[in-house]
């Protein structure tokens, strides 16, 4: 039986990240049928050709719409610009493709909402690229958590801090305008919540404030302007079975460079995770000897599946891009109609939901509660 | 000229870091005079007795108002159970005696606020003891912020995690009765309080929740007995002058043994603290190369005054009772009437304020002003 | 331009990275011509032929001579044990190809040799799989030193530890015979020898004392049998320049999983490094004001080449795995003749001499130079 | 009962902890007497009145042998420089005092020789100053091991490094001199050998080498003065039972404080200890999950003795001076004939002749055996 076809609309970094994981996830997990790699939508022409050779890619195109109708294309991937996920997305469940796109779905609710009821319509998978939860140490943690190691979870916190706007003389752009969105909670806070909802389910009420370190920026065109959005975001959260959380993110966090940190306190102990030391994390469990009672530090092992597919011996450490090589068997899982882990349309729009709920919980400084 | 004549009361532990500072803080600082050790009171003749020889104290009574009718005692210890210290530390005020109560000042605000019109009514020095503002590195960050290190500070976070209450099975006491207080929210955040409003000043607004993981424990006379307060609290705060800070204590946190952490985000860089690890801090200034940008861990040394009167070389480290000695030093200083660094029954009063506010915000289900 | 044509023998592990690399390299650098996978050994037939359909290889075979001949390979890869490493290499250079082989060279000294020999007589590039030289992080370890960052090192010590025979009922096996070399020694100590010779060159002088922590393990057949190499190494070195270093390997180091850690010390400042956190380092400069001065932990950045083919963002961090690609890349820049980082036959014989050396250091009791 | 009279005879740095241990003693444990703080020499009449006040001592003289007369005077604290000790400590041995003399005993070793014949010769306590062996937590590792928590130990590393001599420009002084000793090896390299011989016993064959960063250093005078003894060490180690070990010292090493790193490797586990952080350590036990398993950080708690004495909750950190607390505690032990912890001038005389039969392994370039 033949593989996938691959469509790819968008060669950005994350368009390039899933060319890798196409190329590589039959040599990783060898249970797959090899992904046969049609077709490349860019731009413009020169640029889809260039990056079709480069990724591998058969047909090179500057037409998505072409892409999205070839018969030969099965899956498309859909990495471009925020704003271009919903029409593309659509399209191409309509043409009858199954859909990965990366997050977020889109930055208007509306829009999230009808793609989801495009995928319904459809009956064809529609999966969000949200690596950061096929991370093997992620998973343990939610077997650990599952199985009751640490107990009754009762309290989290997750933090979401990089520092790419944490200079206040870097000029106007796009991000800090409120077309961009609310800012730092739907440029990334939905990571952290991609992990919370992994983990723990939904959120049902939030109380949210906001930061704006600066209040302008120099304008590119001279002089300064006002500063739209808000760089940071901190939220007390109520999940489902009682759980307090905080969420706090920052992109003005100098020092930050990618940390996505968890604190999970359970009636039985305790699980810590960093980002930034993705290959780790640490667990406390309650009930040892007092004298020798402290946080463990666990390194990736080939036993935190499916580690072992890329590497046979622990402490070796997987990247970033291999978290995606991991998504993409969950979604070749998916669409053969197999469980998979990953999140669909239906429970990213659930995770949007709450972003604008948080926002709004800012706005009118209260409590809102999300149904 | 004569050194103060001390006069402690209560003996637990508190009393004893006390008692140590007495004794030491000559030795270690030189430039005082060598307090005298005059009269200790307890709760019965013979532990006073007792504890007045293992400390050094030359009296020892049951009887503390006899105590501060002592015309040899200067100062007053007081480090009793907290429902004591507004009558014993205003009856010393109005002895006209000097006060050095351990913190918080009373459980109820009507009986701090009537410590403090003592204290004013006195004109005696009227101190807390707050000792981790005394850490060298506590210190010196705050001198660091002063100096614009890491700029304008826009995002503060704070915890603060213990796990004395994190068994479910740990029977009832009185930690968990209403009489005790909020919990976690007066139990102890107040310490990383005193670290705000040392590096800040106060708070503004505050809005809070509140976690209770476990509703009920068991009851020594047996069957289970409701949970009357929170072990957790999680606070968003605005301080003076448009800071962000979110406060975050937990007295059930598996694993955390005296952690109170602070985050501190800037213009210019950032500071990490961790009282786990009391003899180190971590900076990161912006505007380095990119290639060598990280956050630095810096270990107390001699430059970090006072740590050089403990120890001439850098990286030795000062333990927990060390910080009482540098704030008996500081209280000398305030009763010579020089300047000093620490925190008065003025500014206890207002930790005790925002403690209350932040109650109030809790079971209001709203932001609350603190005029 | 067709790419390189590409045979690989064996399909362990070390097989699968070298696959994966080749499927990656031109996706993730887009600079180089994509390699055609060609040709592909097993044991047998039908490993074969599944491993060539999982790694993406056109053609399969039991006969390793066969694939030597195919004239569509221009590149073989040695992947297969130790001991057919010069056998096949030696055949694969004779035949006109050039070789990427996993390290080490050769059990035997005289083998290794012959293994160059070879390599000149060819004129091919012979290249090892030393792949922890091509992180970036050690690359940029590289740069700082050459850039006089911490002046002129004086003081190395290196330490590669792994717990995989640290258990005394493992039973014996092959690693323990003295077939198999001298245990950690050769086993591997050529990781930290790889690296110090990348960052300081060859080492003059070897003292060597070796631990052997179990005598005997259990024997398969029943009893026990006698170790017959040693666990671990700890060796006094001399490196060119008059670096003064310390060696130590141990494959019997409980809780150690891949650690590699490096302490290099100079007149102006000092960098650290640990294996086991890959996508980091600690960097001490002097100079700088006492009350700041520490190790900064810096993690992993773009501007540390090549990361940014990888990912466009700090923090995220590269796996294992992404380190073959680099190092393929690498081999690639050599067949052209371009300059190049890695390390050819001509210097991983003369790692390997050191090696030799200092087991012979050891058995002498004696300081051991190497010319 | 009285308690000890105490003379205490130099008042730098060591002076100044000894006499806050002497004053803390008491009031930290309790069930001592208190000593009386008798008699305090220094240099010249001024300084030592001086002292005597800040300390606490009631009489002051520049004749330190009238100190040791003085009948009040039951121990004499020897913290003087090393050049002083023999002679002074012999002098209070042979007019009947116990003595507590700081590390080492003395520059040669045949000083060091008569020191204990005086202490033999005398019958009284005979005491070293080797504080970190104090530490609960170093003590707590050594209860481990004894306990068989991580097995059979059968390899060690101690690293003991700082950067006071890191600094090419730092002028010549006496620490650079032959008259000094050999530099790191008796400077610092005592303290790692009073823990591994506290923890494992004696060392019985050794080989050196010796790192000289910097050939000459600016002479106060004008000009450069030839450097005459090495600022780091190392040293391959036998020690009792067979034991692997490798100390590495080093006075020149840039970014290390207060450094005394232990990796001790057994048959069932690891543990690994940092002075920088010395409030915990790390523990590994083999034969756990896999998936849980890793290195365990334990923060000092009051189970682990005498912290209890200081502080009743886990994790708020001792300090470097109250270690020698606990060594006077211990000292009074020995004087009171009871069991004690601590090093005696019998074990300290052997420290040194490591200490000399290291530098000969080095001048001979061999092993050296020690009897």
Redesign the interface.
């Known amino acids: 039986m033949a593989g996938l076809g691959i469509g790819l609309i968008g060669t950005g970094?994350m368009g390039?990240c899933h060319?890798?994981a196409w190329?590589?996830v039959?040599?990783?997990f060898?249970d797959v049928e090899?992904p046969r790699l049609v077709h490349l939508a860019e731009a413009d022409q020169g640029l889809a050709e260039s990056r079709a050779?480069?990724?591998?890619f058969a047909k090179a195109t500057a037409d998505w719409r072409g892409l999205i109708a070839d018969p030969e294309v099965d899956v498309v991937s859909v990495t471009t610009p925020n704003q271009f996920h919903a029409e593309m997305a659509i399209a191409a469940l309509e043409a009858g493709k199954h859909v990965w796109c990366e997050k977020p779905m889109a930055p208007a609710y509306e829009e999230a909402e009808r793609m989801l009821a495009a995928a319904r319509a459809a009956g064809r998978v529609a999966f969000m690229g949200y690596n950061y939860i096929q991370n093997p140490v992620i998973r343990?943690i939610k077997t650990?958590i599952g199985e009751g190691?640490?107990?009754k979870v009762?309290?989290v916190?997750a933090?979401m801090d990089?520092d790419?706007m944490?200079?206040?003389d870097v000029p106007f752009y796009w991000k800090s305008a409120l077309s961009a969105g609310y800012g730092a909670l739907d440029d990334f806070a939905v990571h952290p919540l991609s992990l919370l909802w992994s983990l723990f389910g939904h959120a049902e009420a939030v109380?949210?404030?906001?930061?704006k370190?600066?209040a302008d920026r120099p304008a590119k065109e001279g002089g300064r302007r006002t500063v739209e959005n808000h760089d940071?975001a901190?939220v007390?959260m109520?999940l489902q079975g009682g759980i307090?959380a905080?969420l706090?993110a920052?992109r003005?966090?100098?020092?930050?460079?990618?940390?996505i940190a968890l604190?999970i306190?359970?009636?039985?102990?305790?699980i810590l995770y960093d980002q930034?030391?993705?290959?780790?994390f640490q667990?406390?469990?309650?009930g040892g000897?007092?004298?020798?009672?402290?946080?463990?530090?666990?390194?990736t092992?080939?036993?935190?599946e499916p580690y072992n597919r890329?590497?046979?011996?622990?402490?070796?450490?997987?990247?970033?891009?291999?978290l995606k090589i991991i998504e993409c068997r969950e979604l070749i899982r998916a669409i053969a109609g197999e469980p998979f882990s990953g999140i669909t349309f239906e429970d990213g729009l659930r995770i949007e939901k709450t972003v604008h709920a948080m926002a709004r919980a800012f706005h009118e400084?209260?409590?809102v509660e999300i149904d």
């Open positions: 970094y390039k060319a890798l190329n590589a039959k040599t990783v060898g090899r050779s480069e990724f591998g343990h650990l190691a640490i107990g009762n309290h916190r933090e990089e790419f944490a200079d206040p109380i949210t404030d906001m930061v370190p600066y940071g901190n007390l109520r307090s905080v706090m920052n003005a966090a100098w020092g930050r460079k990618g940390r604190q306190y359970g009636s039985k102990g305790s930034e030391r993705m290959n780790e667990l406390y469990r309650a000897s007092l004298t020798e009672a402290g946080f463990t530090t666990v390194l092992a080939p036993a935190h890329f590497i046979p011996a622990p402490g070796h450490g997987l990247g970033f891009n291999d400084k209260r409590w």
